[in-house]
């Protein structure tokens, strides 16, 4: 079975500075795909970036980028030059290339961003 | 609109009463997901459709769960004799393709409903 952990509850940050996201992840497959989504208050979940486990650059989405680090199995998410909008649950999720690539989520790490 | 559209946005029910969620998926796309997120949690699978087929339903919680898709697009979920925790948001999301192959799940706004 998949899991995906996700351990900072909140994090703030301030308008213009970067922020990490940390995520990691346990599976038993070699192929996986790892992704991260924002849902803000309204609640549709937005995709930000996607990274497969057999990329070997990290994955970039203007300013966001993924920090995969295989060996220890995170996948975390970086933000840079953070704006007052990214504050938002932010969820990483791995898709089970065993089934019909459904999705299993984190519990979110709630980011809030200050003027 | 091009995205993933659900109704109603809320929902109250009396414990006890049947209710059924919308789901209109983007046109031509093959996948179709529901979840369930519970409040302070992320999202879980609740069951998948491949066009009409409905897959894999391995994450409805109990029988009183039940979701179809007859013509391939439109998704009917349908909780019967609701209780105090299926209060949730319920999420529905769809993709162009099938397994094997990346593919985005686009989400829609979700229905929350409470259960009285």
């Known amino acids: 079975a998949q899991k995906i952990t996700q351990t900072q509850p909140g994090m703030f940050v301030q308008e213009k500075e970067a922020v990490t996201l940390d995520c990691t992840y346990d599976t038993s497959d070699q192929s996986y795909g790892l992704f991260w989504y924002k849902q803000p208050s309204s609640g549709e979940m937005i995709f930000l970036i996607y990274q497969g486990s057999y990329d070997e650059q990290n994955a970039t989405e203007g300013r966001y980028s993924l920090n995969f680090q295989k060996a220890r199995k995170s996948a975390n998410l970086v933000i840079s030059a953070s704006q007052l909008g990214d504050s938002a649950m932010y969820f990483c999720a791995m898709r089970d290339p065993s089934g019909y690539s459904t999705l299993t989520f984190g519990k979110g790490t709630m980011l809030l961003v200050s003027p | 609109g091009a995205g993933v559209s659900q109704s109603p946005r809320y929902k109250v029910a009396k414990r006890g009463q049947d209710v059924a969620l919308r789901c209109d998926p983007i046109?031509?796309?093959?996948?179709l997901f529901w979840y369930q997120q519970a409040l302070g949690q992320g999202p879980e699978f609740l069951t998948y459709?491949?066009?009409?087929?409905?897959?894999?339903k391995s994450g409805l919680p109990s029988d009183r769960f039940f979701a179809e898709r007859p013509e391939g697009s439109v998704s009917t979920l349908k909780i019967q004799r609701t209780q105090q925790e299926d209060s949730a948001v319920y999420l529905c999301?769809?993709?162009?393709?099938?397994?094997?192959?990346?593919?985005?799940?686009?989400f829609g706004p979700g229905t929350r409903l409470t259960v009285l």
């Open positions: 459709f491949q066009n009409e087929a409905q897959l894999d």
């Open positions: 999301a769809s993709s162009l393709g099938t397994l094997e192959s990346y593919n985005e799940q686009f």
């Open positions: 046109s031509g796309h093959v996948s």
